[in-house]
């Protein structure tokens, strides 16, 4: 029985020392040394790093994922705001003018083409996170010179892909391909974009970058060009319509005018020189008697139709398309009526190859 009664005191000592050495093991926990501002200076050099810091209570509402998650993004967000404010800096120093021989120039490319927002997503972030409590701590941080690597080569990669876009486009602009050209220039749009970021990005961390590193007179001159074309292509696609139209002897040019509308609505315009066009619509129509029947006169009009496509001229299109009018007062009226209604027949083919 003293054994036993020996045993449970020894049993209940031996609990209690496990309890006070995980409580003291507990309260010894130290935080970690980035939650301290003179800490992160000395470790995070400015030179070297991009740094943001933030903490937060977490609400009633929230869980614990939830928080950390938007303490973290606060802490990015924080890191963006370091580099918005390095860029404006930087737009002010270039935005002055300066003496080349006795000539002004005005060094404001920067600031006409640089722009990041404080929601800007940064490649190569690191973000720690800290619970301690009812507190979530988060530090983010990105090495400058590793982002500057990445941000130049990915600044190379996407002007050649403007470049591959805009020498496509110009091709196809030659080859009086304007729908395809004008879609292939709209491609180089959100590229522009994200140049504009990474030269932004690259200014802010890379103090000593040249116009040339940036690539700025390049990028520059490529979006001059782009908004030149898309400017030209506005114009829309040129047809060249040239008809021979006969309502029983008399010439008209019915079904052409009627062409032209629909075409004009589907971003065509015309030309009279055929040699500026990119299309050439060439149509033969004559007109001949059917019935008459219960006081109402039957014509048909015949038309044959063919499209090439310039400037070489292929022949891409040939059909021969039949319309009956109908009118009260004679033949000749209602194969007028035919001419009117056989414009949109002809206009549903060709626009399949003019759109295409």
Not at 271 to 289: F, G, Y
Not at 294 to 311: C, G, M, Q, R, T
């Amino acid at each position: 029985m003293k054994t036993e009664l020996t045993f449970k005191k020894f049993y209940q000592f031996f609990i209690l020392l496990y309890l006070l050495f995980s409580y003291v093991h507990v309260s010894a926990q130290e935080d970690p040394a980035w939650l301290m501002e003179s800490w992160r200076m000395e470790h995070y050099p400015s030179n070297i790093y991009i740094k943001g810091f933030a903490r937060d209570n977490k609400n009633n509402n929230e869980t614990l994922a939830e928080i950390t998650e938007r303490v973290k993004n606060m802490a990015r967000s924080n890191l963006s705001e370091s580099i918005l404010s390095s860029v404006k800096s930087v737009n002010e120093s270039y935005s002055q003018s300066d003496m080349i021989g006795d000539n002004e120039v005005i060094s404001e490319s920067f600031k006409a083409e640089i722009k990041i927002s404080t929601d800007l997503e940064i490649n190569g972030i690191t973000v720690d996170t800290y619970v301690k409590g009812n507190i979530v701590y988060a530090f983010a941080y990105a090495n400058k010179y590793e982002l500057i690597g990445f941000y130049k080569a990915n600044l190379n990669l996407q002007v050649q892909q403007i470049e591959g876009h805009v020498n496509t486009a110009k091709e196809l602009e030659g080859n009086r391909e304007k729908v395809k050209a004008k879609d292939e220039f709209e491609k180089t749009l959100p590229v522009f974009e994200e140049v504009k970021k990474a030269q932004g990005i690259l200014t802010a961390i890379d103090k000593n970058i040249s116009e040339d590193g940036l690539k700025m007179q390049k990028t520059m001159s490529l979006y001059n060009e782009v908004m030149q074309a898309k400017a030209r292509l506005a114009q829309g696609i040129i047809v060249f319509i040239s008809t021979s139209e006969d309502v029983f002897g008399e010439k008209v040019n019915l079904i052409e005018n009627g062409l032209k509308a629909i075409l004009a609505e589907n971003n065509c315009s015309f030309t009279t020189i055929e040699s500026d066009a990119d299309w050439k619509l060439k149509l033969d129509a004559t007109s001949r008697e059917y019935n008459y029947s219960n006081n109402v006169y039957f014509s048909y009009v015949d038309a044959e139709v063919k499209l090439f496509k310039a400037p070489s001229d292929k022949h891409v299109f040939q059909d021969e398309i039949s319309q009956k009018g109908a009118h009260s007062k004679s033949y000749g009226t209602a194969a007028k009526k035919a001419c009117d209604d056989i414009s949109k027949a002809i206009s549903e083919k060709i626009l399949i190859w003019i759109n295409n």
